[in-house]
C-alpha cells in the first residue's frame, strides 16, 4: 500500500467501505473425536452419542450419517508458485553471482512458505492475501528490503532481524500489540486492520529511522508507547482514542490523521510538536472552541481537518474560530482559507483572550499568551500537492 493510496482512503472519501467480515478471522478449533472411553462411557450412562461408532455414525434424530471432521487444508508454496511469481535478476550482495530478488505469490491460499528458507537472495517479497501463521522461513533473507504479508494470520510483529529491511507492510492480520519489533532500518510501517489494543518497543533502539505509521482501524484507546523522533507521518484514524496524550514523544511529527476517533480535547498537542504542518481530526467529539487554544502551540500548521466535530457543526463561523489561535493556516477542511476570514479572526483575537482570560482567573488564574505569529507573506503554494480532504 503505497502513502498516496493511504492518504486517498482517508482523506479523498466521503465515508468509509466498511468491512462486515473480520479479516483473517481463525477458523474455530476443530473438536477431538472420541475414544473408545467416551463411546464406553456414553454407553454406561444409558445413551449413545449422536454420530458416535456406537451409535453407526448416525443422528438419531434426523437419521442422518454425521459427517467425520475435516482437518484444515495445507497448501504449501511450491516450485510451480516459485516460478511464476519469481523475476528481476541482479547481482547477488557479494557482486559475485546473479540472481532473482523478487517474488510474488499473492492470494494463493498458502498456508507456509518453508520453500522459500533457500531462497536468501530475495530482496523484494510480496505474500499478501494467503493464510500464513509464520515467516519463520524468510530468516535467512539477509538482504530482504520490502516485505508484504497484509491479509494473512499472522499473531505478532516480531519477525527475524532484517538488517536492510525498510518497508514492512502486515495489514490485516491478527496482531494484537506491537511487543519484541526490533527492525533497525525500517522506515515505512504499516499496521492497520488488525487488533491492536497496546503499543510496546515502538522506540527509537527499536525503529531508529522509522518515518511512517500507519495504525489505523484498530482498537487503541491511547498512543501510549510511542517514543518516535524520528517519525513523520502518524496515520491512527478509526481507533478508539480519547486524547492527544503521548504525542509530545514525536518531535519530528509533520502530518497527524485522527480521524473517527472518540477524542473531545486537543491537550496533548506540545511545544514539541513545532513541525506539525496538517492535522487532521475529523469525525470525533471536540465540543468546547476553547479547544483550539491548544492550536496555537503549532507554528507550522497549515492545513487542519475539523469538520464532524460538536463545535464545528454547531456554528457557521467555525472557521474563523480556528483561524483565531492558528492564523498561518492555508486550508480548513476542503477550503483554502479567505483573507477576510484571516482578517476577522485577527480582529476576534482580543475579546477571545479577554474571555479566557477571565475564565482561567476564576479558576486558578493564568498568564497571558503572545499573539499567534502573523503571516509574513507566505503564499502557500509550495504544498499544492496535499491531498484534498473528503
Known amino acids: 500500500m503505497s502513502e498516496s493510496e493511504e492518504e486517498s482512503e482517508f482523506d479523498d472519501e466521503e465515508e468509509y467501505?466498511?468491512?462486515?467480515?473480520?479479516?483473517?478471522?481463525?477458523?474455530?478449533?476443530?473438536?477431538?473425536?472420541?475414544?473408545?472411553?467416551?463411546v464406553e462411557e456414553a454407553e454406561h450412562e444409558g445413551g449413545e452419542e449422536k454420530g458416535s461408532v456406537a451409535s453407526g455414525g448416525f443422528d438419531a434424530e434426523v437419521g442422518e450419517k454425521a459427517k467425520p471432521k475435516e482437518m484444515p487444508k495445507e497448501t504449501p508454496l511450491t516450485i510451480d508458485h516459485v516460478k511464476a511469481g519469481i523475476s528481476m535478476l541482479c547481482k547477488t550482495g557479494d557482486g559475485l553471482e546473479i540472481a532473482y530478488v523478487k517474488l510474488v505469490a499473492q492470494g494463493l491460499e498458502l498456508t507456509n512458505v518453508f520453500l522459500l528458507s533457500t531462497y536468501i537472495h530475495?530482496?523484494?517479497?510480496?505474500?499478501?492475501?494467503?493464510q500464513l501463521t509464520s515467516l519463520y522461513p524468510l530468516q535467512n533473507m539477509r538482504f530482504l528490503v520490502s516485505l508484504k504479508v497484509s491479509y494473512n494470520k499472522l499473531t505478532s510483529a516480531q519477525l527475524s532481524?532484517?538488517?536492510?529491511?525498510?518497508?514492512?507492510?502486515?495489514?490485516?492480520?491478527?496482531?494484537k500489540n506491537t511487543q519484541g519489533i526490533k527492525q533497525q532500518s525500517l522506515e515505512k510501517l504499516i499496521l492497520?486492520?488488525?487488533?491492536l489494543d497496546s503499543l510496546q518497543d515502538m522506540t527509537a533502539d527499536n525503529l531508529p529511522n522509522l518515518i511512517h505509521l500507519n495504525i489505523t482501524q484498530n482498537s487503541l484507546k491511547n498512543l501510549d508507547g510511542l517514543?518516535?523522533?524520528t517519525l513523520k507521518n502518524l496515520y491512527a484514524a478509526r481507533n478508539k482514542l480519547k486524547s492527544l496524550a503521548g504525542l509530545s514523544r514525536l518531535t519530528s511529527l509533520a502530518r497527524l490523521h485522527l480521524r473517527d476517533n472518540?477524542?473531545?480535547?486537543?491537550?496533548?498537542?506540545?511545544?514539541?510538536?513545532?513541525?506539525?504542518?496538517?492535522?487532521?481530526?475529523?469525525?470525533n467529539n471536540v465540543e468546547d472552541v476553547e479547544e483550539l487554544y491548544e492550536l496555537r502551540r503549532l507554528r507550522k500548521l497549515k492545513v487542519i481537518v475539523v469538520e464532524e466535530n460538536p463545535f464545528s457543526d454547531e456554528s457557521d463561523a467555525y472557521r474563523v474560530d480556528v483561524l483565531v489561535y492558528a492564523r498561518r493556516l492555508e486550508r480548513i477542511d476542503k477550503e483554502p482559507v479567505e483573507e477576510e476570514e484571516r482578517e476577522e479572526a485577527t480582529d476576534l483575537y482580543p475579546q477571545r483572550e479577554e474571555d479566557r482570560l477571565l475564565a482561567a482567573d476564576d479558576s486558578g488564574g493564568s498568564q497571558q499568551e503572545e499573539a499567534p505569529d502573523e503571516l509574513d507573506g507566505e503564499t502557500g503554494n509550495e504544498d499544492e500537492d496535499e491531498e484534498q480532504e473528503g
Not at 530475495?122 to 494467503?130: F, K, P, T
Not at 472518540?262 to 469525525?283: F, H, V
Open 227 to 229: 517514543e518516535l523522533p
Open 17 to 38: 467501505d466498511d468491512e462486515n467480515t473480520e479479516l483473517g478471522e481463525e477458523e474455530n478449533e476443530k473438536e477431538d473425536g472420541e475414544t473408545d472411553k467416551d
Open 262 to 283: 472518540r477524542i473531545n480535547s486537543l491537550a496533548g498537542l506540545d511545544d514539541d510538536n513545532t513541525s506539525l504542518e496538517y492535522l487532521n481530526i475529523r469525525g
Open 161 to 175: 532481524n532484517f538488517p536492510f529491511l525498510q518497508f514492512l507492510d502486515l495489514t490485516g492480520n491478527l496482531i
Open 122 to 130: 530475495l530482496r523484494y517479497v510480496d505474500l499478501s492475501n494467503n
Open 192 to 195: 492497520s486492520k488488525n487488533k
